[in-house]
C-alpha cells in the first residue's frame, strides 16, 4: 500500500467521517453503491495525502483516517465535506432512476443491455457524488499500530472508539470533537502529553536499521521463577575494579 511508511504513530489523531444515510443509498444497488464508495475514496485519499495522513480500509459509507495533528484531521473533514457536499445556494441533482432505464435498454437491445446497465448505474454514483452530506468526529491519543501482512496499517486504541461515538451522535453537516483535540490546535496541550511525541513506519526503520538497542549491562542480574525456587539463580558479572586514589604522601616538617 503506497504510502504506509508514512503512517503517523504513536500520539495521533483519528478523524472518522460517516457519508449520507445507508437507507438513502440502499436503493441504489450494489454496483452502484460500491463504485460510488471508491470515487470517493479516490477523492477522500487525495485530501488524506495533502495533509500528511494515512487513510484506513473502511466499509461503504463511512471514511477514516489518522494524522499526526488534530489540525490536520479537522482541516480534512472540513475539505472532505466541502468536496462531496453540494454547493452552497446549488439545487442538488435530480435523482436517476437506474431501474427504469435498464430495463428500457433491456427492451431496446439484447447482449449489450448488461453493460450499458452497468455504465448507467455508474453514471448515476458519479451523480449522486454531488448530493453527499457528511457528519465526522475527531479525537487525539495514543494508538498501537499493526502492519498486516496485506501490507495494511491496522489502530487500536481508545482514540479511535471516540472519534467513533463522537462521528455517530454529530448531525449532518457537523463535525465534533473532543476538548484535548481543540487544546492541541490552540496549543494548549499538557505537558506530559507531549512526551509521546510524533513518528511514523519509515523513520522507526530507519532508527533501528542505523542505530542499534540500548542494553545496559548490569553488574547483577536475578532471575526468578515462582514455579520452582530451586531454579532462582544469581550470575554476577565483575569489573575491574579501579584502583583507590590516595593522597600524595606529604614530607613532614623539619
Not at 56 to 73: I, K, N, R
Not at 104 to 130: I, K, M, N, P, T
Not at 168 to 190: D, P, Q
Request: overall charge positive; glycine content about 8%.
Amino acid at each position: 500500500v503506497s504510502g504506509v511508511l508514512s503512517a503517523p504513530l504513536g500520539r495521533v489523531a483519528v478523524a472518522v467521517a460517516h457519508v449520507q444515510d445507508v437507507e438513502d443509498s440502499a436503493g441504489w444497488g450494489l454496483e452502484a453503491c460500491i463504485d460510488t464508495h471508491k470515487a470517493m475514496r479516490k477523492e477522500a485519499a487525495k485530501l488524506v495525502q495533502g495533509h500528511g495522513g494515512y487513510l484506513l480500509y473502511t466499509p461503504p459509507g463511512t471514511f477514516q483516517a489518522v494524522f499526526s495533528s488534530s489540525y490536520a484531521a479537522m482541516n480534512w473533514l472540513l475539505e472532505l465535506q466541502e468536496e462531496l457536499g453540494p454547493a452552497p445556494g446549488a439545487s442538488t441533482v435530480p435523482e436517476l432512476n437506474t431501474m427504469a432505464l435498464c430495463s428500457s435498454v433491456h427492451s431496446s437491445s439484447g447482449s449489450y443491455s448488461d453493460v450499458a446497465c452497468v455504465q448507467l448505474r455508474r453514471a448515476a454514483a458519479v451523480a449522486q457524488l454531488s448530493t453527499f452530506h457528511l457528519k465526522g468526529g475527531v479525537d487525539v491519543g495514543p494508538l498501537t499500530s499493526t502492519l498486516k501482512p496485506n501490507g495494511e496499517m491496522s489502530y487500536n486504541g481508545s482514540a479511535m472508539k471516540r472519534a467513533a461515538c463522537l462521528a455517530a451522535n454529530a448531525a449532518w453537516h457537523e463535525v465534533l470533537t473532543t476538548l484535548e483535540s481543540v487544546r492541541e490546535v490552540l496549543g494548549e496541550v499538557r505537558g506530559e502529553t507531549r512526551g509521546f511525541g510524533y513518528s511514523c513506519l519509515s523513520y522507526t526503520w530507519v532508527s533501528h536499521c542505523l542505530h542499534k538497542p540500548y542494553r545496559p549491562s548490569p553488574t547483577r542480574l536475578t532471575s526468578f521463577s515462582p514455579a520452582n525456587s530451586s531454579l532462582c539463580r544469581t550470575i554476577r558479572r565483575y569489573r575491574p575494579t579501579p584502583p583507590m586514589w590516595r593522597p600524595p604522601a606529604t614530607s613532614a616538617a623539619v
